[in-house]
Structures are given as structure tokens and as C-alpha cells.
């Protein structure tokens, strides 16, 4: 075995010629902060499609319009004119679990919901009725709040197909 240990000691006396102990700690540096910017901030808020949406006495507005109600903070294309609703993927792609939120106000009550949007994916871009309402939008910082994402984390595929609109409960003042 003492073959093993002489191929061990050159090979440690050659790193050691080649480089410095402040280039190991740049090195070791760089490896840690780029694995820790590696890791995704996911989102507070996490949707599927197994949480019921919340019914509504009253839901006007045309679902596939970019003014209706629930779409004030939606940014893509509206899975309402892409063989889905406001609140279901189309056939062929897969809701995403992570999801971005907002509060939009229903005009027939008069009262805010809180609104989960969520992507759909698995097939390419819709392209139909393209919809970019960033109201209550947060810098990139503030990822939850933000719709500048691809949200289609955790799904099967990565293409984005559209975006829906599902109320997830009633936006309550403390």
C-alpha cells in the first residue's frame, strides 16, 4: 500500500504548488454563493387544482376579456380563450403548484378576493388574448407577489401555456 501513499503525497504536493490557500477560499466562496443562488425563493401562497375555488353569488364579466374582474393582477395569456376557464387548464396541460397572488375586487358585491394565479403547463404559448394587468405587482424581491415568473415549477414540463384566475378565499381587513 505504500504505492498509495506516494501517489497521494504527489498528488497533494502538486495541488499545493499550483495554488494558493486564498485561491482554495475564492473557489470555495464562489461554489457556496453560487449553490445558494441556485435554490429557487418559492412563493408563500401554494395552489392545486385539489383546493375548491370559492363559489360566488355573483361573478360578472366576460372570462375571456382582459377587463374582467379577476385579472387584476394577471400577466400572459388567459386560459379562458385557450380551451380551459378562468379557474381550469385546458386539456393537455398540467396546473402548476406554485402560484403568484392578488387582490381583486368583485363589482357585483363590492368586496375583495384574494386570487390565485396559477400557470398551466406542458404545451407551448397559447398566444390568444394576451392580458397584462400588474396592478398591486411587487418588485422581483417580493416573488409571491410578482408575475414576472414562470411559475411551471414542479409540473412535468417547463413550457407555459396560460394563466388562470381561481378565487381562493375573501380578502378580510385586520
Avoid at 60 to 74: H, I, M, N, Q
Wanted: aromatic share 8%.
Amino acid at each position: 500500500m505504500k504505492w498509495l501513499d506516494d501517489m497521494m503525497e504527489q498528488g497533494a504536493r502538486g495541488l499545493a504548488r499550483r495554488s494558493s490557500r486564498r485561491s482554495f477560499m475564492a473557489r470555495l466562496a464562489v461554489l457556496i454563493a453560487g449553490g445558494a443562488a441556485s435554490v429557487p425563493l418559492l412563493p408563500v401562497a401554494r395552489g392545486s387544482e385539489h383546493e375548491p375555488e370559492i363559489a360566488l353569488d355573483a361573478d360578472p364579466g366576460d372570462p375571456t376579456s382582459c377587463e374582467y374582474w379577476r385579472y387584476c393582477a394577471v400577466d400572459g395569456f388567459l386560459c379562458a380563450c385557450c380551451g380551459g376557464t378562468q379557474s381550469s387548464c385546458p386539456p393537455g396541460t398540467q396546473m402548476s403548484p406554485v402560484t403568484w397572488i392578488g387582490t381583486c375586487r368583485n363589482p357585483a358585491d363590492d368586496q375583495d378576493y384574494i386570487i390565485s394565479y396559477n400557470d398551466c403547463c406542458g404545451k407551448s404559448a397559447c398566444g390568444a388574448c394576451n392580458c397584462n394587468r400588474n396592478e398591486g405587482d411587487m418588485p422581483i424581491y417580493r416573488p409571491q407577489l410578482s408575475n414576472a415568473y414562470n411559475w411551471c415549477l414542479g409540473t412535468d414540463s417547463a413550457f407555459y401555456n396560460c394563466s388562470t384566475s381561481r378565487v381562493i378565499g375573501v380578502a378580510r381587513k385586520s
